[in-house]
């Protein structure tokens, strides 16, 4: 594409960021239809999409909820969901902790898998970009995504109630989770993390809700972990 | 669901404060220090770990059917899963599993 002026970084944000929305709308639309499926009002559907902005912890917090497992269990499970997104702030911390610390709460807030990816990327290629540049496009990612997981949540909520049950929209979690996890699974360690989970988590099936899932997930990430360890020191 | 709209709106509201806390941890309180490798090495395999363990008894033991497993869910998920392995896209993962869902729906047994 032939530019004679320079893109402003918040543009350059917004552009890279549009792929995304495909998913994104799709995904908020499926999390407002399961919600509303499960029992749950427009508002609460809203009050998770738009106080909580994380697609996978929210999925897992309605199934819990739907299950009547116990309020420490949905956040003890949730929350363990969302752990990665400490690994994104750590990986943004020496990018943009030198911003005032009203932006980095608004880049925290806004912190998704496919803003972080995006801007992380971006951050590695350019260091040369200035702080407050890095802030600017990291919101300029975000300044479409964000609104369209709320309005696709609130089209979801609304219309998922005249959706009839023929189209098996409980199955819309489970395919949304496998499809997120099978292009992530990159290496054997990733695959043994995955597999000994699932294992896990149908063995625990017995267990109080939520429970099971917490501790099939906790067992699959020391054997990631641990399976990484060892053919690095095999190499 | 037999949950109060009370207990919702709790965890509606500590989810958010937990998922925000997160997110901000770092970037927000530890400035430049860095994490040690093992924590590290721990994280990177929470989404490939959680994830599947919530999805494996949906897929097999599904609500809908009362827990029996059924034929068209499973081709729906070993497709989600094949697909999502080999083209590394999620959109399209998710599209092909939507495909063998019906698909399946309208040709197996149920």
């Known amino acids: 594409m032939a530019s004679t002026t320079r893109k402003s970084p918040y543009w350059r944000g917004v552009r890279d960021g549009m792929p995304y929305l495909i998913v994104i709308g799709p995904f908020a639309l499926l999390f407002g239809v399961v919600a509303t499926e499960a029992g749950f009002s427009v508002a609460q559907t809203m009050g998770f999409t738009v106080l909580v902005i994380a697609g996978a912890a929210q999925f897992t917090a309605v199934q ?36 005032p610390l009203w932006q ?69 979690l489970p395919i949304t989770f496998l499809a997120l996890v099978a292009p992530a699974v990159r290496t054997l360690a990733h695959l043994a993390a995955a597999v000994v989970a699932v294992l896990a988590a149908l063995l625990a099936a017995g267990l109080p809700p939520g429970t099971g899932i917490l ?3 906790l067992l699959g990430m020391v054997t990631g972990a641990e399976t990484e360890r060892r053919m690095e020191r095999r190499r | 669901m037999t949950v109060g709209s009370g207990t919702i709106w709790l965890v509606i509201g500590l989810l958010g404060i937990g998922t925000f806390l997160l997110r901000f941890s770092f970037l927000g309180l530890v400035g430049d ?19 599947p363990a919530i999805a494996a008894p949906l897929v097999l033991w599904p609500a809908a059917t009362d827990g029996m497993p059924d034929p068209a869910r499973l081709a729906a998920a070993g497709v989600t899963l ?21 698909g399946g729906l309208a040709v197996l047994p149920g």
């Open chain 1, 64 to 99: 819990l909820l739907s299950e009547n497992a116990p309020v420490w269990v949905v956040l003890t499970a949730s929350l363990g969901v969302n752990l990665r997104m400490a690994m994104y702030s750590a990986s943004l911390t020496p990018h943009l902790g030198a911003a």
């Open chain 1, 104 to 172: 980095r709460a608004l880049v925290a807030y806004l912190n998704v898998d496919q803003s972080f990816a995006t801007a992380s990327l971006t951050y590695e290629r350019e260091p040369q970009m200035a702080v407050s540049d890095k802030v600017a496009y990291f919101l300029g990612v975000m300044s479409h995504m964000a609104p369209v997981w709320y309005l696709f949540t609130w089209i979801g909520a609304v219309a998922g109630a005249a959706i009839p049950p023929e189209f098996a929209l409980d199955f819309a």
């Open chain 1, 215 to 217: 501790l099939a997930g």
């Open chain 2, 33 to 51: 220090r860095r994490l040690p490798a093992w924590v590290l090495r721990h994280l990177r395999y929470t989404p490939v770990a959680f994830l």
């Open chain 2, 82 to 102: 094949a697909v999502g392995f080999l083209s590394k896209n999620v959109l399209l993962a998710i599209v092909a599993g939507l495909f063998a869902l019906y």
